[in-house]
C-alpha cells in the first residue's frame, strides 16, 4: 500500500526555468515530509523538509509547499541547474525518528 | 559523503544462499535504519535500531534479520535468498533516533541468481 506517491516518473526542464516536482500522500497522520535527492550510484541525500504546521519552507533555490487539505506538497527549484539531474524523493513520518515512507521518485533531467 | 559507509558496494549470490550487510554509522549518531529498494520502487523501511536495541519494525521478512554491535555498526543478515529478494540495500543513520532527517550510505546492491 503506497502511502506515498509520486505519479510521474521523469520530468525534463530547461536550464534557468522552474522544475516543479510532486507529491501525494494518503495517510492524515503525517505531520513531516522531505526531499531526498539521488544520483545513481550513491544513496539518497538530504535536500529539504517541511513540519505540517508550515505551508511553505524556502532553502536557497528549493522551496517546498505543503498543501494539506488536499495531501499534496511539491518541490520547486528556481532557477534549474544541470547539476540538479537526478532522482527526488518524497518521503513522510508520522512519528519523529522512525521509518520513512518513500515514494517511487522523479527522475529530473535538466537540459542546457 | 554523509559519513555512512557500507559494505560491500556489491554482492552477487545465488538462490538459497545467506549474506551479510554491513554499516557503520557517522560518528556519534547512536541509531541505524534499514531500507530497501526494489526496482523501480521507492525505499521500504526494514527495521531500526538505537543503541543496540531494535526500536521499530517495518515489512522485513522472516528471513532477514539484523543487529546492532556495541561499537554502533549494524549487520543485516539476509538468507534462503530469492530472486525477488535482488534491491538495493541502503542504511541510514541519526544521532538520538528522534530526528526525520536521516543520513544514508551508499547502499549495498544484491543480486541474486
Known amino acids: 500500500d503506497q502511502q506515498v506517491k509520486q505519479n510521474s516518473p521523469s520530468l525534463s526542464v530547461q536550464e534557468g526555468r522552474i522544475s516543479i516536482l510532486n507529491c501525494d500522500y494518503t495517510?492524515?497522520?503525517?505531520?513531516?515530509f522531505l526531499w531526498y535527492k539521488k544520483y545513481p550510484a550513491e544513496g539518497p541525500t538530504f535536500l529539504i523538509s517541511?513540519?505540517?504546521?508550515?505551508d511553505k519552507n524556502e532553502d536557497g533555490r528549493f522551496t517546498v509547499f505543503l498543501n494539506k487539505s488536499a495531501k499534496h506538497l511539491s518541490l520547486h527549484i528556481v532557477p534549474s541547474q544541470p547539476g540538479d539531474s537526478a532522482v527526488y524523493f518524497c518521503?513522510?513520518?508520522?512519528?519523529?525518528?522512525?521509518?520513512?515512507?518513500f515514494g517511487k521518485g522523479t527522475s529530473l533531467l535538466v537540459t542546457p | 559523503d554523509s559519513g555512512v559507509t557500507q559494505t560491500p558496494k556489491h554482492l552477487i549470490t545465488a538462490t538459497g544462499q545467506r549474506v551479510t550487510l554491513r554499516c557503520s554509522p557517522r560518528?556519534?549518531?547512536?541509531?541505524v535504519y534499514w531500507y530497501q529498494q526494489s526496482l523501480d520502487q521507492g525505499l521500504q523501511f526494514l527495521i531500526q535500531?538505537?543503541?543496540?536495541?531494535?526500536?521499530a519494525k517495518g515489512n522485513i521478512l522472516e528471513r532477514f534479520s539484523a543487529q546492532q554491535f556495541p561499537d554502533l555498526h549494524s549487520e543485516l543478515n539476509l538468507s534462503s535468498l530469492e530472486l525477488g529478494d535482488s534491491a538495493l540495500y541502503f542504511c541510514?543513520?541519526?544521532?538520538?533516533?528522534?530526528?526525520?532527517?536521516?543520513?544514508f550510505g551508499p547502499g549495498t546492491r544484491l543480486t541474486v541468481l
Open positions: 541510514a543513520s541519526t544521532k538520538t533516533g528522534g530526528e526525520n532527517e536521516q543520513f
Open positions: 495517510n492524515s497522520m503525517f505531520d513531516y
Open positions: 517541511i513540519s505540517s504546521i508550515k
Open positions: 518521503a513522510a513520518s508520522s512519528n519523529s525518528g522512525y521509518a520513512l515512507n
Open positions: 560518528s556519534g549518531d547512536l541509531s
Open positions: 535500531y538505537y543503541n543496540g536495541e531494535e526500536r
